[in-house]
């Protein structure tokens, strides 16, 4: 691995195609050196930006026919991350307005940032005049 590895994504915002983001973030950290508990660093990456892109598909773009999410996957050896910046141009959202999931009370919906804050160390969102942008980074 480079100090810096970065692969650029330009996909349809459409859950059909996350299967080859998902294929970018494995082939991605399976050049990363040892890893500590590859196989669930790697499911919990995968999931988190999961969520995130179905949230872009289901919430930012409900209102289009058609979007787009550009994806910038880093692995960066100093520090040791792998981070995932996602970019739209759908509607933005406050996430601070998005209450925490009552954990003691079953919801069916409600999870996904929440659970996103827990499987990845820094999550950012950004939005802004021209785009949204939410930041990913998993210490290695």
């Known amino acids: 691995m480079n100090e810096t590895d970065t692969i650029h994504l330009d ?3 459409s859950h059909k195609y996350l299967n080859v ?5 494995a082939e991605m950290l399976a ?7 590859p196989d669930e660093l ?4 995968q999931l988190a930006v999961h969520e995130i892109c179905t949230n872009i598909v289901e919430h930012a773009y409900s209102h289009a026919n058609r979007g787009r999410i550009k994806i910038t996957l880093t692995l960066s ?6 981070i995932v910046d996602l970019y739209d141009t759908g509607r933005c959202f406050d ?16 999870y996904g940032l929440y659970l996103v804050q827990q ?3 820094t999550v950012t969102y950004d939005p802004q005049s021209s785009n949204n942008r ?6 290695l």
Request: proline share 10%.
């Open 11 to 13: 996909l349809p915002a």
């Open 134 to 139: 939410w930041q990913l980074v998993k210490n």
């Open 119 to 121: 499987l990845m160390d």
């Open 42 to 45: 790697l499911y919990n990456v």
């Open 21 to 25: 983001l998902s294929g970018c973030i």
């Open 77 to 82: 050896a100093h520090p040791r991350q792998f």
């Open 95 to 110: 996430p601070a307005g998005v209450p925490s999931p009552d954990l003691d009370e079953g919801q069916i919906h409600g």
């Open 31 to 37: 050049r990363a050196g040892e890893l500590a508990q």
